[in-house]
């Protein structure tokens, strides 16, 4: 069975620092897609960033970046230079190639101190 | 383009009562999900649909039901509310391989 772990409940960083989510996945699949989402106050699930397992670059959109590490199963988040706007619970996930299904690790919620 | 629309957006249930959420894309995706997700927690697959007409289990099945008789649309129904579905729940479709674009999520409470 597919798993997504998250091991850190909640991270805090200042205003304009860099900080790092961390993600660690198991699958048997060798074709797989992991994906971060953004979920802030409002409830709404945003896409963050996604990574096709068969790349080994990783990806980047603006100021988020993923360090992933697929031998390892590691798919960490960085952010630079956050924002306020950046405060939310963060998500990682795995999508199976049975029915496109995405499984979830538990979230990270993220402060950002002015 | 509305994308993925959900009604309501908040609902109170008393225990027993049944309730159908809506959800419906406009979007042409042949996949679609329902979620739970519980406070604090990440969301779980209640049912998905890979088509109209085909619907299949998730993680955490019991207690509803769904149909798919449109591409477009894909309710969920509760038959006999119990206090232990108070949750968000979040519908979400795709294409394959793609992101799943989500709802704004139903908050449900059953008291």
């Known amino acids: 069975a597919q798993t997504v772990t998250q091991s850190q409940p909640e991270m805090s960083v200042q205003e304009a620092e860099t900080v790092t989510l961390s993600c660690t996945y198991d699958?048997?699949?060798?074709?797989?897609?992991l994906f971060w989402y953004k979920q802030p106050p409002s409830r709404q699930m945003i896409l963050v960033i996604r990574q096709e397992a068969y790349k080994q670059q990783n990806a980047t959109e603006n100021r988020f970046s993923v360090n992933f590490q697929k031998a390892a199963k590691s798919f960490s988040l960085k952010i630079s230079d956050s924002q306020l706007g950046d405060a939310a619970m963060y998500f990682c996930?795995?999508?199976?190639?049975?029915?496109?299904?995405?499984?979830f690790g538990q979230g990270t919620r993220l402060t950002i101190n002015p | 383009n509305a994308g993925v629309t959900q009604t309501p957006k908040f609902r109170i249930l008393k225990i027993g009562q049944s309730m159908t959420l809506q959800c419906a894309q406009d979007m042409n995706h042949n996949y679609m999900y329902w979620y739970r997700q519980d406070p604090g927690m990440g969301l779980k697959l209640i049912y998905y649909s890979v088509g109209a007409g085909i619907t299949d289990k998730g993680e955490v099945p019991n207690g509803y039901n769904v149909s798919r008789s449109t591409t477009e649309d894909f309710p969920l129904r509760l038959e006999l509310a119990a206090p232990s579905q108070t949750s968000v729940y979040f519908c979400?479709?795709?294409?394959?391989?793609?992101?799943?674009?989500f709802g704004d999520g139903t908050r449900l409470s059953i008291l």
């Open positions: 996930a795995l999508i199976m190639q049975e029915a496109q299904k995405l499984v």
């Open positions: 979400a479709s795709s294409i394959s391989r793609q992101p799943q674009h």
């Open positions: 699958t048997s699949e060798s074709d797989y897609y």
